[in-house]
Protein backbone atom coordinates (compact mmCIF):
# COMPACT_ATOMS: atom_id res chain seq x y z
CA UNK A 1 0.00 0.00 0.00
CA UNK A 2 2.58 2.55 0.92
CA UNK A 3 4.56 1.89 -2.44
CA UNK A 4 1.65 2.27 -4.20
CA UNK A 5 0.63 5.50 -2.63
CA UNK A 6 4.19 7.03 -2.82
CA UNK A 7 3.98 5.78 -6.69
CA UNK A 8 0.72 7.73 -6.88
CA UNK A 9 2.64 10.91 -5.58
CA UNK A 10 5.61 10.63 -7.52
CA UNK A 11 3.37 10.26 -10.70
CA UNK A 12 1.36 13.42 -9.84
CA UNK A 13 4.67 15.32 -9.48
CA UNK A 14 6.04 14.60 -12.81
CA UNK A 15 3.08 16.22 -13.89
CA UNK A 16 3.26 19.82 -14.85
CA UNK A 17 -0.77 20.45 -14.44
CA UNK A 18 -0.92 18.02 -11.09
CA UNK A 19 2.28 20.23 -9.64
CA UNK A 20 0.31 23.18 -10.09
CA UNK A 21 -2.57 22.14 -8.24
CA UNK A 22 -1.32 20.60 -5.20
CA UNK A 23 1.23 23.81 -5.08
CA UNK A 24 -1.91 26.09 -5.45
CA UNK A 25 -3.87 23.57 -2.50
CA UNK A 26 -0.76 23.66 -0.24
CA UNK A 27 -0.52 27.71 -0.63
CA UNK A 28 -4.33 28.20 -0.20
CA UNK A 29 -4.30 25.66 3.50
CA UNK A 30 -0.97 28.06 4.13
CA UNK A 31 -3.15 31.11 3.59
CA UNK A 32 -5.96 29.75 5.84
CA UNK A 33 -2.94 28.98 8.59
CA UNK A 34 -1.49 32.55 8.57
CA UNK A 35 -5.73 34.29 9.18
CA UNK A 36 -6.12 31.77 11.54
CA UNK A 37 -3.23 32.56 13.27
CA UNK A 38 -3.50 36.55 13.00
CA UNK A 39 -7.51 36.74 14.59
CA UNK A 40 -5.84 34.12 17.74
CA UNK A 41 -3.66 36.14 18.69
CA UNK A 42 -5.64 39.21 19.07
CA UNK A 43 -3.77 40.31 22.48
CA UNK A 44 -0.24 40.82 20.51
CA UNK A 45 1.54 43.72 18.82
CA UNK A 46 -0.08 43.80 15.49
CA UNK A 47 3.39 43.66 13.65
CA UNK A 48 4.55 40.20 15.78
CA UNK A 49 0.90 38.93 14.54
CA UNK A 50 1.05 39.69 10.70
CA UNK A 51 5.03 38.38 11.32
CA UNK A 52 3.56 34.86 13.07
CA UNK A 53 1.52 34.38 10.65
CA UNK A 54 3.70 35.07 7.97
CA UNK A 55 5.64 31.93 10.08
CA UNK A 56 3.15 29.60 10.45
CA UNK A 57 2.23 29.75 7.00
CA UNK A 58 6.12 29.72 6.18
CA UNK A 59 6.47 26.62 7.76
CA UNK A 60 3.26 24.61 6.78
CA UNK A 61 5.23 25.94 2.91
CA UNK A 62 8.20 24.27 3.96
CA UNK A 63 7.16 21.00 5.19
CA UNK A 64 5.50 20.02 2.18
CA UNK A 65 8.71 20.80 0.58
CA UNK A 66 9.80 18.22 2.93
CA UNK A 67 7.40 15.41 2.10
CA UNK A 68 7.95 16.27 -1.71
CA UNK A 69 11.59 16.24 -1.41
CA UNK A 70 11.45 19.84 -3.21
CA UNK A 71 12.65 22.87 -1.86
CA UNK A 72 11.22 24.93 -4.67
CA UNK A 73 7.73 24.70 -3.48
CA UNK A 74 8.46 27.84 -1.25
CA UNK A 75 9.98 29.81 -4.48
CA UNK A 76 6.43 31.30 -5.52
CA UNK A 77 5.79 32.35 -1.35
CA UNK A 78 8.37 35.48 -2.21
CA UNK A 79 5.79 37.01 -5.05
CA UNK A 80 2.05 35.26 -3.56
CA UNK A 81 2.46 36.12 0.34
CA UNK A 82 2.72 40.23 0.48
CA UNK A 83 -0.24 41.06 -1.87
CA UNK A 84 -2.39 39.19 0.10
CA UNK A 85 -1.05 39.70 3.50
CA UNK A 86 -1.12 43.74 2.60
CA UNK A 87 -4.50 43.53 1.03
CA UNK A 88 -5.79 41.30 3.78
CA UNK A 89 -4.42 43.67 6.78
CA UNK A 90 -6.24 46.57 4.96
CA UNK A 91 -9.14 44.95 4.72
CA UNK A 92 -9.38 44.31 8.70
CA UNK A 93 -8.14 47.76 9.54
CA UNK A 94 -10.84 49.23 6.90
CA UNK A 95 -7.90 51.61 5.14
CA UNK A 96 -8.83 52.59 2.02
CA UNK A 97 -6.56 55.87 1.81
CA UNK A 98 -5.94 56.76 -1.90
CA UNK A 99 -2.09 56.28 -1.04
CA UNK A 100 -3.06 52.76 0.29
CA UNK A 101 -4.79 52.13 -2.74
CA UNK A 102 -1.99 53.02 -4.85
CA UNK A 103 0.37 50.73 -2.78
CA UNK A 104 -1.82 47.71 -3.12
CA UNK A 105 -1.80 48.30 -7.04
CA UNK A 106 1.77 48.40 -7.43
CA UNK A 107 2.09 45.35 -4.90
CA UNK A 108 -0.20 43.40 -7.20
CA UNK A 109 0.99 44.50 -10.37
CA UNK A 110 4.45 43.53 -9.13
CA UNK A 111 3.05 40.20 -7.98
CA UNK A 112 0.91 38.80 -10.89
CA UNK A 113 4.14 39.51 -13.07
CA UNK A 114 6.48 37.85 -10.64
CA UNK A 115 4.07 34.47 -10.17
CA UNK A 116 3.47 34.37 -13.65
CA UNK A 117 7.07 34.25 -14.91
CA UNK A 118 7.83 31.77 -11.77
CA UNK A 119 4.67 29.82 -13.89
CA UNK A 120 5.94 30.05 -16.88
CA UNK A 121 9.64 28.70 -15.83
CA UNK A 122 7.74 25.74 -13.92
CA UNK A 123 8.81 22.28 -14.98
CA UNK A 124 6.94 19.99 -12.77
CA UNK A 125 7.76 19.23 -8.42
CA UNK A 126 10.44 16.42 -9.60
CA UNK A 127 12.66 19.76 -10.66
CA UNK A 128 14.26 22.18 -7.98
CA UNK A 129 16.10 25.09 -7.86
CA UNK A 130 20.11 24.56 -9.30
CA UNK A 131 21.17 26.50 -5.52
CA UNK A 132 18.87 24.16 -3.44
CA UNK A 133 20.58 21.07 -5.59
CA UNK A 134 24.09 22.68 -4.35
CA UNK A 135 23.40 23.37 -1.08
CA UNK A 136 22.27 19.77 -0.46
CA UNK A 137 24.94 18.32 -2.40
CA UNK A 138 27.48 20.57 -0.73
CA UNK A 139 26.25 20.30 2.25
CA UNK A 140 24.10 16.61 3.37
CA UNK A 141 24.20 16.66 6.82
CA UNK A 142 23.21 20.59 7.28
CA UNK A 143 20.81 20.43 4.71
CA UNK A 144 17.94 20.40 6.63
CA UNK A 145 18.95 23.62 8.13
CA UNK A 146 19.80 25.22 5.25
CA UNK A 147 16.88 24.21 3.84
CA UNK A 148 14.38 25.39 6.75
CA UNK A 149 16.52 28.28 7.76
CA UNK A 150 18.48 29.79 4.52
CA UNK A 151 15.47 29.35 1.66
CA UNK A 152 12.13 29.11 3.58
CA UNK A 153 13.01 31.30 6.71
CA UNK A 154 15.20 33.78 5.80
CA UNK A 155 13.62 34.87 2.65
CA UNK A 156 10.38 35.60 4.24
CA UNK A 157 12.01 37.65 6.97
CA UNK A 158 12.99 40.06 4.17
CA UNK A 159 10.19 39.83 2.12
CA UNK A 160 8.43 40.76 5.95
CA UNK A 161 10.73 43.56 6.93
CA UNK A 162 10.61 45.20 3.19
CA UNK A 163 6.44 44.88 3.69
CA UNK A 164 6.85 46.95 7.37
CA UNK A 165 6.33 49.96 5.83
CA UNK A 166 3.12 49.03 3.80
CA UNK A 167 1.51 47.42 7.06
CA UNK A 168 2.75 50.82 8.43
CA UNK A 169 1.04 53.02 6.11
CA UNK A 170 -1.99 50.76 6.32
CA UNK A 171 -2.77 51.11 9.86
CA UNK A 172 -2.05 55.10 9.58
CA UNK A 173 -4.39 55.37 7.62
CA UNK A 174 -6.59 53.56 9.16
CA UNK A 175 -6.93 56.44 11.98
CA UNK A 176 -5.95 59.67 10.27
CA UNK A 177 -6.90 61.13 6.94
CA UNK A 178 -4.11 60.17 4.88
CA UNK A 179 -3.77 61.90 1.05
CA UNK A 180 -1.37 60.93 -1.85
CA UNK A 181 1.84 63.78 -2.07
CA UNK A 182 4.63 63.82 -4.30
CA UNK A 183 6.28 60.73 -1.69
CA UNK A 184 3.12 58.85 -2.69
CA UNK A 185 3.59 59.41 -6.54
CA UNK A 186 6.76 58.80 -6.63
CA UNK A 187 7.14 55.55 -4.85
CA UNK A 188 4.29 54.16 -6.99
CA UNK A 189 6.19 55.49 -10.06
CA UNK A 190 9.24 53.73 -9.02
CA UNK A 191 7.47 50.87 -7.96
CA UNK A 192 5.41 50.15 -11.58
CA UNK A 193 8.35 50.80 -12.92
CA UNK A 194 10.63 48.53 -11.19
CA UNK A 195 8.37 45.82 -11.84
CA UNK A 196 8.01 46.52 -15.48
CA UNK A 197 11.64 46.57 -15.45
CA UNK A 198 11.07 42.94 -14.48
CA UNK A 199 8.74 42.44 -16.97
CA UNK A 200 10.52 43.54 -19.63
CA UNK A 201 13.88 41.92 -18.67
CA UNK A 202 12.86 38.56 -18.28
CA UNK A 203 10.87 38.52 -21.43
CA UNK A 204 13.86 39.42 -23.77
CA UNK A 205 16.14 36.72 -21.40
CA UNK A 206 13.39 33.89 -22.39
CA UNK A 207 13.14 35.16 -26.00
CA UNK A 208 16.84 35.02 -26.37
CA UNK A 209 17.27 31.36 -24.28
CA UNK A 210 15.09 30.14 -26.80
CA UNK A 211 17.38 30.61 -29.67
CA UNK A 212 20.88 31.16 -27.76
CA UNK A 213 21.02 28.25 -25.29
CA UNK A 214 24.24 28.32 -23.45
CA UNK A 215 25.18 31.48 -24.64
CA UNK A 216 25.52 35.00 -22.68
CA UNK A 217 22.20 37.48 -23.07
CA UNK A 218 23.56 41.03 -24.55
CA UNK A 219 20.56 42.55 -26.33
CA UNK A 220 17.84 45.01 -24.67
CA UNK A 221 18.72 45.68 -20.98
CA UNK A 222 20.92 42.68 -20.57
CA UNK A 223 23.32 45.05 -22.71
CA UNK A 224 23.49 48.22 -19.85
CA UNK A 225 22.64 45.40 -17.01
CA UNK A 226 23.99 42.33 -16.04
CA UNK A 227 20.73 41.69 -13.83
CA UNK A 228 18.00 43.96 -14.57
CA UNK A 229 15.34 41.50 -13.06
CA UNK A 230 17.45 41.77 -9.86
CA UNK A 231 17.37 45.72 -10.06
CA UNK A 232 13.38 45.85 -10.38
CA UNK A 233 13.07 43.73 -7.43
CA UNK A 234 15.39 45.83 -5.43
CA UNK A 235 14.17 49.05 -6.76
CA UNK A 236 10.27 47.55 -5.96
CA UNK A 237 10.51 47.17 -2.21
CA UNK A 238 11.99 50.81 -2.29
CA UNK A 239 9.62 52.05 -3.94
CA UNK A 240 7.17 50.66 -0.95
CA UNK A 241 9.39 52.72 1.31
CA UNK A 242 9.11 55.94 -0.56
CA UNK A 243 5.16 55.53 -0.33
CA UNK A 244 5.48 55.19 3.12
CA UNK A 245 7.44 58.38 3.15
CA UNK A 246 3.47 59.54 2.64
CA UNK A 247 2.54 59.72 5.94
CA UNK A 248 6.52 59.43 7.69
CA UNK A 249 7.97 62.54 6.23
CA UNK A 250 7.20 64.85 8.23
CA UNK A 251 8.25 62.64 11.62
CA UNK A 252 11.54 63.33 12.61
CA UNK A 253 12.11 60.51 14.90
CA UNK A 254 14.65 58.06 13.53
CA UNK A 255 12.54 55.04 14.34
CA UNK A 256 9.25 56.16 12.53
CA UNK A 257 11.57 57.69 9.42
CA UNK A 258 14.65 55.23 9.19
CA UNK A 259 14.07 51.72 10.69
CA UNK A 260 11.05 51.18 8.12
CA UNK A 261 13.85 51.24 6.08
CA UNK A 262 15.63 48.32 6.87
CA UNK A 263 13.67 45.29 5.37
CA UNK A 264 14.42 47.30 1.50
CA UNK A 265 17.97 47.60 2.58
CA UNK A 266 18.28 44.07 3.69
CA UNK A 267 16.49 42.89 0.22
CA UNK A 268 19.03 45.15 -1.80
CA UNK A 269 22.02 43.21 0.15
CA UNK A 270 20.21 39.86 -0.07
CA UNK A 271 21.12 40.36 -4.57
CA UNK A 272 23.64 42.32 -4.16
CA UNK A 273 25.88 39.70 -1.55
CA UNK A 274 24.37 36.60 -1.87
CA UNK A 275 21.72 35.93 -4.78
CA UNK A 276 24.06 37.86 -7.44
CA UNK A 277 27.76 36.75 -6.64
CA UNK A 278 25.86 33.15 -6.21
CA UNK A 279 24.31 33.39 -9.95
CA UNK A 280 27.64 34.93 -11.73
CA UNK A 281 29.80 32.06 -10.34
CA UNK A 282 27.51 29.62 -12.05
CA UNK A 283 27.43 31.74 -14.97
CA UNK A 284 31.28 32.18 -15.28
CA UNK A 285 31.47 28.15 -14.82
CA UNK A 286 28.80 27.35 -17.60
CA UNK A 287 29.58 30.22 -20.22
CA UNK A 288 32.65 30.85 -21.39
CA UNK A 289 31.85 34.51 -22.48
CA UNK A 290 30.39 35.55 -19.20
CA UNK A 291 33.72 36.88 -17.78
CA UNK A 292 34.19 38.93 -20.58
CA UNK A 293 30.75 40.30 -20.35
CA UNK A 294 31.04 40.99 -16.99
CA UNK A 295 34.40 43.62 -18.07
CA UNK A 296 31.87 45.16 -20.06
CA UNK A 297 28.92 45.64 -18.39
CA UNK A 298 28.07 46.87 -14.63
CA UNK A 299 26.38 44.35 -12.58
CA UNK A 300 22.81 46.66 -11.88
CA UNK A 301 23.15 50.50 -13.23
Known amino acids: MY ?50 ADFVATVFVWLWGVIFSNSSVYDPYWSVAPPLMLTGYAIYCGASSFPVVLMLVAVWYWAVRLTANWAYTFPNLNKQDWRYDMYKEKFPRLWHIINFTGINLMPTIVVFLAMVPGFLLI ?14 WLGFFVCISAATLQLISDTQAHRFRRN ?49 AAGA ?19 IANKPGYSEYRKKVRMLI
Not at 171 to 184: L, Q, W, Y
Not at 222 to 243: A, K, V
Open 212 to 260: HRGEVCMTGLWSISRHPNYLGEILMWWGIYIIYLTVAAGDRSWEMLLLP
Open 265 to 283: LANTCLFVFISIPMMEKRQ
Open 3 to 52: MKNFSRIESLKASRSWSFVLIAAIYLIATVLGIWAFLALDDMAVLLRLFI
Open 171 to 184: GISASVSVHADIAT
